[in-house]
């Protein structure tokens, strides 16, 4: 029998479970979560054959008495409008009810699009998430975040939809690539830095090679440390409101960063490892914490095979415009999420023009 371990979210709209283990998703049995008998599965075409197999497998044992899917290539020109329309077309062709399930499985780019197909077909239909990479097990599946890109910026279009579960199975991030898995220790970092030191410590001596005997478990304690930290601030603060702002340092930063790029150069984790570098320094500028503070966080990020410099076509000037037009941005007034401490996040506004600016030569 495959170990399991479960966390319980609770939120003002609703309390779910996710299930942690390895390779435990053919004996998990679905009816836990959802009887429904019509599932629609939204899943990643880049991923390897034998995991679909395997998720398709785990869905079919249910016996549904409607079972269809949706395959697209996953990047952030796809999590659109007119993707969510097609899957939504295609939902109507078929005939699906208000009792159907919506499986995702792939990274965030699916969890965000699924949850937010689900979020207005029919008026909201059940959805759980299979997270395949680091990044949308640690951030993107929980808490129920949706949405897709506008033509300019990320994350423009959405809702809040929490998902009737999420399995977080460690056997699907063996396929990632060194890239992908550090884009997803970027948001592991970020828990750490706004929550918990004890984590900042584990993360200081943690071996990143999964392959070696023994690191996936280790790695598995860490997931679940960083889903628990988020899961406690959404169970707070569900809508963002308050304290889940926390959540977006350096995030504004970083959605600055993919919308100069065009989303075509830094991945979103990538982005997330610069952009923490430029709240650290914010921080540091404002008084905040100090030079050995802001040194050690630039040498953690760095170790994780992150970046920690702005790339050369994301000048100062051209990333605070962005972030002006960031759907964070408060009235006409920048929002940003500094550390008061390592371990501790604080929201502040009205900061210096110069200050932005400053924060942003790494």
């Known amino acids: 029998m495959k170990t399991i371990k479960q966390l319980k979210v609770s939120t003002p709209s609703s309390n779910y479970s996710i299930y942690f283990g390895n390779d435990f998703i053919n004996s998990f049995p679905l009816k836990k979560i959802s009887n429904s008998k019509e599932i629609f599965f939204i899943f990643d075409s880049k991923l390897p054959d034998l995991s679909i197999r395997k998720v398709k497998s785990f869905i079919r044992k249910s016996k549904p008495s409607k079972f269809e899917s949706f395959r697209f290539i996953a990047n952030e020109k796809n999590k659109s409008l007119e993707t969510s329309q ?30 937010f197909v689900a979020s207005v077909y029919l008026r909201g239909i059940e959805v759980m998430h299979i997270p395949t990479t680091l990044l949308a097990q640690v951030d993107a599946s929980v808490g129920g975040k949706t949405g897709v890109n506008s033509k300019k ?35 592991i970092i970020k828990h750490a830095l706004i929550e918990d030191k004890d984590l900042l410590s584990k993360l200081d001596n943690f071996d990143q090679n999964i392959q070696k005997k023994g690191n996936i478990t280790e790695l598995s304690n860490l997931i679940r440390t960083s889903t628990k930290i988020k899961a406690n601030i959404v ?11 926390y959540l977006n340092f350096g995030h504004t930063f970083a959605h600055a960063i993919e919308s100069v790029q065009s989303f075509k150069g830094l991945n979103h984790g990538e982005a997330v490892g610069v952009g923490m570098v430029c709240a650290a320094k914010l921080s540091l500028l404002l008084g905040k914490i100090n030079s050995q503070e802001f040194d050690k966080i630039k040498s953690l990020i760095k170790k994780f095979n992150l970046p920690t410099k702005l790339p050369t076509n994301c000048e100062p000037a051209r990333i605070l415009k962005a972030m002006q037009s960031d759907k964070k941005s408060k009235d006409t007034t920048l929002r940003f999420i500094i550390l008061d401490g390592i371990g501790k996040a604080k929201i502040v506004e009205n900061v210096d023009r110069e200050k932005i600016l400053n924060s942003l030569k790494i």
């Open 86 to 115: 097609k899957i939504i077309e295609k939902l109507i062709d078929l005939k699906f009810s208000r009792d159907s399930l919506i499986v995702s499985f792939g990274g965030g780019i699916t969890t965000d699009l699924a949850g």
């Open 153 to 187: 910026f990320k994350n423009m279009i959405g809702a809040f939809k929490q998902p009737e579960a999420v399995l977080i199975d460690t056997y699907f991030l063996k396929s990632l690539s060194k890239r992908h898995l550090a884009a997803g220790y970027s948001e």
């Open 235 to 245: 169970g707070q603060d569900e809508r963002e409101k308050s304290v889940r702002a």
